[in-house]
T-cell receptor
Framework: KQEVTQIPAALSVPEGENLVLNCSFT??????LQWFRQDPGKGLTSLLLIQSSQREQTSGRLNASLDKSSGRSTLYIAASQPGDSATYLC??????????FGRGTSLIVHP | EAGVTQFPSHSVIEKGQTVTLRCDPISGHDNLYWYRRVMGKEIKFLLH????????ESGMPNNRFLAERTGGTYSTLKVQPAELEDSGVYFCASSLLPGQGTEAFFGQGTRLTVV
C-alpha cells in the first residue's frame, strides 16, 4: 500500500525566500506524481504533473523534481510571495492510476 | 471548458438523515474518483469509476455509503443514514484514461457537517 509523507507539515517564511517542500513515497512503482495547491475553503488546484518517465517539471516560479528510485519529490518555489500562502499537497498514482495523497504542507508567506 | 463541479458546496444535516452529493466530471473524462478529507487527516480515496463501472471501491468506509454513475456521466454519493463521523469535505476528481493524459482535476468539494 502506497504511503505518502510530506515534510514539513507547516512552514512560515518572509516574502522573497526560495522554498523547498518535500514529498516521499514508499512504493517506487508509480505512474505519475502531482502537486496541488489548496486555498482555505477551496478545492484542489493542480500545479504540476510529473510522469514516471520524467525527472522534473517547471511552471513559472515552480519547479518539481522526481526521483523514483529514492521515492522522493520536491517542489521548489522561487521568490515566494504572500499569494503563495496555501496548503500544498503531493499525490502519487500507481498502477491503479488512483492518486494517494500526503497530509500536505501548510505554507504562510508573510510580507 | 467547465471543470469538475460538485453540488452542493455545503450541507448540514442531522444524524440519521440522508444526503446525496453530486459530481459532474469534465466532459469526456472516463475516470471519476471520490475522496474524503476528515478534519486533521489526509485526503483519503473512497472509490473509482471507469465510465459507469466501479473499478475500485476499497476506500468506502461502510455500507451506508452508495456511489453511482449512471450512463458514465455524473456521479452521486449517497450517505444513508448519516453519522457524526461522516462530517468532512468530499472531493470528486476526473481524468482521461491512461494513454490520453492522466492529470487528475478536482472539484471544489462538498463540505458535509452532520450534527
Amino acid at each position: 500500500k502506497q504511503e505518502v509523507t510530506q515534510i514539513p507539515a507547516a512552514l512560515s517564511v518572509p516574502e522573497g525566500e526560495n522554498l523547498v517542500l518535500n514529498c516521499s513515497f514508499t512504493d517506487s512503482a508509480i505512474y505519475n506524481l502531482q502537486w496541488f495547491r489548496q486555498d482555505p475553503g477551496k478545492g484542489l488546484t493542480s500545479l504540476l504533473l510529473i510522469q514516471s518517465s520524467q525527472r522534473e517539471q517547471t511552471s513559472g516560479r515552480l519547479n518539481a523534481s522526481l526521483d523514483k528510485s529514492s521515492g522522493r519529490s520536491t517542489l521548489y518555489i522561487a521568490a515566494s510571495q504572500p499569494g503563495d500562502s496555501a496548503t500544498y499537497l503531493c499525490a502519487v498514482a500507481g498502477g491503479s492510476y488512483i492518486p494517494t495523497f500526503g497530509r500536505g504542507t501548510s505554507l504562510i508567506v508573510h510580507p | 471548458e467547465a471543470g469538475v463541479t460538485q453540488f452542493p458546496s455545503h450541507s448540514v444535516i442531522e444524524k440519521g438523515q440522508t444526503v446525496t452529493l453530486r459530481c459532474d466530471p469534465i466532459s469526456g473524462h472516463d475516470n471519476l474518483y471520490w475522496y474524503r478529507r476528515v478534519m486533521g487527516k489526509e485526503i483519503k480515496f473512497l472509490l473509482h469509476f471507469v465510465k459507469e463501472s466501479k473499478q475500485d471501491e476499497s476506500g468506502m468506509p461502510n455500507n451506508r455509503f452508495l456511489a453511482e454513475r449512471t450512463g458514465g456521466t455524473y456521479s452521486t454519493l449517497k450517505v444513508q443514514p448519516a453519522e457524526l463521523e461522516d462530517s468532512g469535505v468530499y472531493f470528486c476528481a476526473s481524468s482521461l484514461l491512461p494513454g490520453q493524459g492522466t492529470e487528475a482535476f478536482f472539484g471544489q468539494g462538498t463540505r458535509l457537517t452532520v450534527v
